[in-house]
């Protein structure tokens, strides 16, 4: 059984930080990563790493966010810099077994965490 608890968000102003936290109990994957949903928009990939030091960002986020993990690979985490308003959304960590093919697509993650809010204002 897996599950997964996210902390870290909050309200901040744009141009600042925040630093995101998954922690892992049960078996810990090597695919896993950080998606984000704003009110009425669909679910859509932030962040994802595999077991190594493969990571793959989107487009939107490149340069700003980092995502890392740490070496017991029990605690996934998302720095997010420079934050703007169009960040604000519920980011929720995902996992999933198998190979890691660094995919963005929300609907190829299995196990889920109930999100935590990032609101960022201007």
């Known amino acids: 059984q897996v599950q997964l608890v996210e902390s870290g968000g909050g309200s901040v102003q744009a141009g600042g930080s925040l630093r995101l936290s998954c922690e892992v109990y049960?078996?810990?994957?090597?695919?896993m990563g950080w998606f984000r949903q704003a009110p009425g928009k669909e679910r859509e990939g932030v962040a994802i790493?595999?077991?190594?030091?493969?990571?793959k960002y989107a487009d939107s986020v490149k340069g700003r966010f980092t995502i890392s993990r740490d070496n017991a690979k029990t605690t996934l985490y998302l720095q997010m810099s420079s934050l703007e308003p169009e960040d604000t959304a519920m980011y929720y960590c995902?996992?999933?077994?198998?190979?890691?093919?660094?995919?963005?697509?929300?609907?190829?993650?299995?196990?889920w965490g109930r999100g935590t809010q990032v609101t960022v204002s201007s």
């Open positions: 790493m595999d077991g190594g030091v493969g990571t």
């Open positions: 049960g078996y810990s994957y090597s695919c």
């Open positions: 995902a996992s999933r077994p198998g190979p890691c093919v660094l995919s963005l697509r929300w609907g190829d993650y299995r196990y």
